[in-house]
C-alpha cells in the first residue's frame, strides 16, 4: 500500500503537470525542482506517464482541429480547405525538426533534471525567449494565421521546440515565442504550440510508449497512477481553455517575469549550497 508520501508526491505532480504543461513556464523544469523538494532523484518515467493526460486533454480541446486537418486531406476537400492542408504540413515539418533535435539531445537530459544551476539558467532562457518574442511581436504590422506560415518559418519553429527538451526551458513558451517570430498572433501562435505539442510528445516518447506496454516503466501503485491520470488531465484541460483567452489580451511578460524570477532563485541556491 502506497504511503502518505507517496501519495502527496503523485498528487502534487500531476496538478503541476496539468498546469504548468500549457503555460510558458516550462513543466518538465518544475517536475525537476519538485523532485528536488520531495528529496528524490528523477523520476523521468512518471515525468513521462503525466505527459499522457495533458496530451489527450490536448487531443480533445483541438479535436475539431485535428478532424479538419484529417478531412483536407480527402481528395473532395482539396480547394475549400487550402489553409488546413497547409498547417498540416507546417506542423509536420516543426515536429520533423524538434525531433531531430530530440534525438541529438535526449541523452544528456536526466543528467540536468537535478542540477539546480542548469535548471536556473533554462528558465533564464525561456524569460528571455518570452520578451524578445513581445517585442518582436510589437513591431510586426500584420500578423499571419497558421495556414500562412511557411516552410522555413515552419522549421524555424521546430528548432524553437527542439530545445524545449531541457528541463527549465518551456515546451509552449518556446514554441508559442517561436511562432510570435515567425508572424503569428499571440492566439495562433498559442495554438499551433498546442497543436504541435501533441506528436511531439508522441514521437519524442516512442521508446517509453514500448516500455509502458511492456510494464517496465518504475511507476507507482495503480490507485495512485488513476487519480495522476485524471488530475493532470482534466487540469490540463482547463489549463488550455483558459490559456487561450489569456493571451488574446495578456502579454507574455508576465510569465517571463515569474520565469527568470525562479531561475535567479535556483542559481542562488546553487551557489549557496
Known sequence: ?????????????AIVQGITEFIPISSSGHLAILDEAFGREAAVDFYFF????????????????IKDFILAWLPKNKETMPAERRTTISLI???LVAAVIYLLFSGYLKDF??????????FVVTAILLVSSEQALKKMKLKKEMGELTPVRAMLIGVFQGFAIFPGISRSGATIAG?????????????YSFLLLIPV???????????????SLV???AWILLVSFVLAGVIGYLTIAWMIKLVSKTSLNWFALYAVLLGIVLIAL????
Request: proline letters at 3%; charged letters at 10%.
Open 93 to 95: 515539418i516543426s515536429l
Open 219 to 221: 511507476l507507482p501503485n
Open 113 to 122: 533534471a537535478n542540477n539546480l544551476l542548469v535548471l536556473g539558467l533554462m
Open 270 to 273: 546553487y551557489l549557496l549550497a
Open 201 to 215: 510528445v508522441i514521437a519524442g516518447s516512442l521508446r517509453d510508449i514500448v516500455r509502458l506496454f511492456q510494464g
Open 1 to 13: 500500500m502506497a504511503s502518505f508520501a507517496e501519495w502527496t508526491y503523485s498528487i502534487v505532480m
Open 50 to 65: 503525466l505527459h499522457i493526460p495533458t496530451t489527450i486533454a490536448a487531443v480533445i480541446y483541438f479535436r475539431e482541429d
Open 179 to 191: 511562432g510570435l517570430w515567425m508572424g503569428l498572433s499571440r492566439v495562433q501562435a498559442t495554438r
